[in-house]
């Protein structure tokens, strides 16, 4: 299938009372998945295993900063034990709305 003929299927299986606004995100998302055809064709991509590591990498830098004190804005540990100790003193909030359509269920 060529891209024309995507990007036509794709607009033509919107609704008849699709708006503009439906079209250009439909196209948007085409433009995204096509950007991402090209990176995984050019090598731009990185395997799930090496990201996971990644991410772990960062968490580990983020709380090694945050432990020492380079990192302005975090609060006291006495502070944090506080709201600790009014989170577990709260009853849980329920949220949605019960089957007899109160909504402070």
């Known amino acids: 299938m060529t891209r024309k ?5 794709t607009l033509g299986g919107l609704p ?4 503009i606004a439906d079209f250009e995100a439909e196209l948007r ?3 995204a998945l096509d ?3 090209a990176d995984i064709e050019h090598g ?6 090496e990201v996971k ?7 580990r830098l983020r709380r090694s900063e945050v432990l020492s004190g380079k990192v ?10 506080e709201i600790a100790s009014l989170l577990k003193s709260r009853p849980p909030q329920r949220r949605g709305v019960a089957s007899n359509g109160d909504k402070n269920y």
């Open 16 to 19: 008849d009372d699709a708006t």
């Open 29 to 31: 998302i085409l433009k």
């Open 35 to 37: 950007e991402a055809d």
């Open 53 to 59: 590591s990644l991410q772990l990498e960062e968490v």
């Open 72 to 81: 302005e804005g975090i609060p006291s540990q006495q502070v944090r034990d």
């Open 44 to 49: 731009g991509t990185k395997p799930h295993e």
């Open 5 to 9: 003929q995507l990007v036509l299927s």
